[in-house]
């Protein structure tokens, strides 16, 4: 990738941006950075495991790392049901994922979170048994759950936030399908229709493949505001990494220095994935002229 003059200005931009910002924060507000404390709480010093561990702001950026993989995970699985249901022939599914569309998507998210927070949480969990279920694991598979979800103390509001962002992030993914799907032109079903393949083949062989290069990109957008969109549910004490920021700054007064670190681990993750579903769409359109 060649550096043109543009970037090269653009970039010089941006740093004094950057630096008349912190001028003006320093001299307009009076406020005193102290960067030098920030690293403290990405990472710790344990002295009893003889080794670095993640601190306040990496625990909170891997939890919402596992709470946006589950949630990409459901919601993808949601997305595809209710998209394959908005153009099935039959009716009844037609209806089923039209009202699961609409009803999700013009519904605000903090809504949902604490809809499902408090009722799920309060009457559906203690119903199932979760809690009671969760703490009658064992130490290993408690210590497995921590890591792959959270902490047993912690598991009820997780899986509530999960829930709740699958649901609304599935809706979008619905609609990307379902126009994915639309986007193919008539007469490549026409064409699989006269080879006697049954709606089922003609999807599996024929659509689907040709649909993915078209839904990729903006199932790719809406997985990145999926990491994005978990910092809502801070509202229920998920301890993601928005979370822990309002934590660290009501203890610490470190504002801009705390949000400003936050906002580059936002970054990171999004650019990463980004970047990811790139090389992903490069694999999959080699064999395109």
């Known amino acids: 990738m060649r550096i043109t003059l543009l970037d090269v200005v653009l970039a010089v931009l941006l740093?004094?941006?950057?630096?008349?910002?912190?001028?003006?924060?320093?001299?307009?507000?009076?406020y005193r950075w102290n960067w030098a404390a920030i690293p403290q709480y990405l990472f710790r010093y344990d002295a009893d495991m003889g080794r670095w561990v993640p601190n306040l702001l990496m625990e909170g950026l891997f939890t919402t790392i596992r709470l946006s993989v589950w949630t990409t995970v459901l919601a993808t699985l949601i997305g595809t049901v209710m998209g394959f249901f908005r153009i099935s022939p039959s009716l009844f599914k037609r209806l089923v994922g039209r009202t699961y569309v609409e009803l999700i998507r013009n519904t605000p998210p903090l809504v949902l979170i604490f809809i499902f927070y408090f009722f799920v949480s309060d009457q559906i969990m203690p119903i199932l048994g979760v809690d009671a279920f969760v703490r009658a694991l064992g130490p290993n598979v408690q210590g497995l759950l921590s890591v792959m979800a959270a902490k047993p103390a912690l598991f009820?509001?997780?899986?509530?936030?999960?829930?709740?962002l699958a649901l609304f992030e599935g809706s979008f993914i619905a609609e990307i399908v379902r126009a994915g799907i639309q986007s193919i032109e008539k007469g490549q079903w026409e064409a699989s229709y006269a080879l006697g393949l049954s709606w089922w083949q003609q999807m599996r062989y024929v659509i689907?493949?040709?649909?993915?290069?078209?839904?990729?990109?903006?199932?790719?957008g809406q997985f990145i505001s999926t990491i994005k969109d978990s910092a809502i549910v801070s509202v229920i004490s998920v301890q993601e990494l928005t979370f822990q920021g309002l934590e660290l700054m009501?203890?610490?007064?470190?504002?801009f220095e705390c949000w400003i670190t936050i906002?580059?681990?936002?970054?990171?993750?999004?650019?990463?994935?980004?970047?990811?579903?790139?090389?992903?769409?490069?694999?999959?359109?080699?064999?395109?002229?």
């Open 208 to 220: 689907l493949p040709q649909a993915l290069q078209r839904i990729l990109p903006p199932l790719a």
């Open 263 to 289: 906002t580059v681990l936002y970054l990171v993750l999004a650019l990463s994935l980004s970047l990811a579903v790139e090389r992903i769409e490069i694999y999959m359109g080699r064999h395109q002229v």
């Open 15 to 30: 740093l004094a941006a950057g630096a008349y910002f912190a001028y003006r924060v320093r001299v307009g507000l009076h």
């Open 156 to 164: 009820t509001a997780f899986l509530s936030a999960l829930i709740t």
């Open 250 to 255: 009501s203890a610490t007064y470190l504002t």
